[in-house]
């Protein structure tokens, strides 16, 4: 359970309200203590001098593992945010979308406690600001423009708070306190705190519901409370110990933007950035492959569709010939061509959306090997047919038979060539959770590719393992977590 302690630079006048409130001198001299539970810092300390009270309160706070608000690295960007000497450059540049149209002229300033606002007008604004910028209080001084909104953020102590404003912010702190940080959990105690990360509008999530119910039950039994939460509940990730990202991730999308913030805060994150941005581009897979010597099929990059180019990859790679973006997943973005027609108009298509597209050797087979890798240890093994009358096992154009069949076998029957290319192809990526689909044809394997963020669905992919496929995964999450001293 969390204990949330306020933090501020001198009690001296400030009126008297329901909260553990202590100030930034007795925080120095008391803390941490000896078998304290789980403690959340709210500083209200003024930050905005670098080296100041409220700075190092921040610091001290990560440096004691409480989780605090705001963080370090926070007013570490609003310093950086306002450091230029000209004031339009000092600010934020947003779209006029944030703003209703009979505020496009008008020139504001507004409080901000805890990303609320009193002015009706600027709510949305208001929380885009604090997403970006968690900080307890901040000043909004906005100035709409012709095609944008300039936005000067600053950090409030609560100290500068007059007497009329400090019953409202009260109110916001205790609802932020209870709502956000919310410390009633179970009566079971657990040792960590972890964020399961879905989407419920996604159609080809990679859990199910199911599957998600099972990670959560498997959290248990290793010692974490495991809660699933989506993108518009993970402002406060720093709260936990761990994220498991179980929605489709992208690079320009907020599963790598939130994957890199909780690294950022000390989580463990299971897939981790990196592993996000490795898999998620086929140029560098690919090129990865083949300086590391993995075998796959025989690729190529270009970065245009004129005759002469079109005409060398015909010769090299002889029909059919495969075309994929580089950032693609679920068999999207990946195309078969048959003649120079094709090749050439879709090419040019493609190369409006990339400016590299991956040519690849067509190598047919009924299924693909899917072999998932976690910290270089394969861990279960499917195979993945066609889907039917298509090529890939994923048929997009169809509603019928959108996937092809599957099995699932135990690693062990799984031939040694197929694990070993698997295992290594993972290795060039990192130590996350990976799923590396493999063609074999006779005695020869290629590696198609190395997916972050796997499938792992119930009557699936656990169909072998069950219930000890979740235990894997969430034991090598408390390993980790014990081995950072969390």
Known sequence: M??????????????????????????????????????RVINLCNTSLYLSEGYYCSLLAEARQHKVLPSVNC?????????????????????????????????????????????????????????????????LKIKPSENSIWVQISVVGCNELDSKTWPVFIQRLEHYTQSTWRNHYNKKKFRWDMAILVNEQEKTPPSDSKALKSFVKAAEQVGIHAELINAKQANNIGQYDALFIRETTAIDHHTYRLARKAEQDGLVVIDDAQSILRCCNKVFLHDAFSYNKVPAPKSSFVSNANDETCEKIAAEFGYPIVLKLPESSFSMGVFKVENFVELKLKLTEMLTKSALVLVQEYVYTDFDWRIGVLNGRAIYACRYFMARNHWQIYNHGSKAHFSGDFETLPTFEVPKPVLDAAVKASSIVGKSLYGVDIKQVNNQVYVIEVNDNPSLESKVEDLYLGKELYMIVMQEFANRIEARGR
């Open 75 to 139: 007013i570490n960007d609003l310093t950086a945010l306002n450091r230029h000497e000209s004031e339009e450059k000092s600010g934020l540049t947003l779209a006029k979308a944030f703003l209703p149209s009979q505020n496009k002229n008008q020139e504001v300033d507004i409080l901000v406690f805890f990303g609320w606002t009193e002015n009706e007008n600027f709510k949305k604004l208001s929380k885009h600001v604090f997403e970006r910028f968690p900080a307890p209080i901040l000043r």
């Open 2 to 39: 969390y204990k949330s302690l306020v933090v501020v630079d001198t009690l001296d006048g400030l009126p008297q309200i329901d909260a553990n409130i202590i100030d930034f001198a007795q925080y120095l001299a008391d803390y941490p203590k000896a078998g304290e539970p789980k403690t």
